[in-house]
């Protein structure tokens, strides 16, 4: 059974530094693109970034780019999510996802990622 368990979500004043890690069961790390989505109140979930099974080359969603980085260990199966100069509006849950297809996480194909973790609150004070 594939488990993904998000942790390291919480509350962090404007400004500050958070990381998130996904650790990944029941399936060959090695061969998934790794992801991570947010969703905001009221909104629809969107792409964080994602990062392919050799850990090169991430993908970052355009308005994130230079704030959040993410980087994969494959000694632990985890991906994390480092997010810095948080705003308000990374006020969010936080959720990671699994496929063998990058496309596919970048919602390219119009198919739904394989795997999906259960989400991590990030509330982000003013």
């Known amino acids: 059974q594939v488990q993904l368990v998000e942790s390291g979500g919480g509350l962090v004043p404007a400004g500050g530094s958070l990381r998130l890690s996904c650790a990944a069961s029941g399936l060959t790390f090695s061969s998934y693109t790794m992801a991570w989505f947010r969703q905001a109140p009221g909104k629809e979930r969107e792409f964080v970034g994602s990062?392919?099974?050799?850990?090169?080359?991430?993908y970052y969603a355009n308005s994130l780019k230079g704030r959040f980085t993410i980087f994969r260990d494959s000694a632990r199966n985890t991906v994390h999510l480092q997010m810095n100069s948080l705003k308000p509006e990374d006020t969010a849950v936080y959720y990671c996802?699994?496929?063998?297809?990058?496309?596919?996480?970048?919602?390219?194909?119009?198919?739904?990622?394989?795997?999906w973790g259960q989400g991590t609150q990030v509330t982000v004070s003013s």
């Open positions: 996802a699994a496929d063998l297809s990058a496309m596919t996480l970048r919602g390219i194909t119009g198919q739904k990622p394989a795997y």
């Open positions: 990062i392919r099974a050799s850990g090169e080359l991430p």
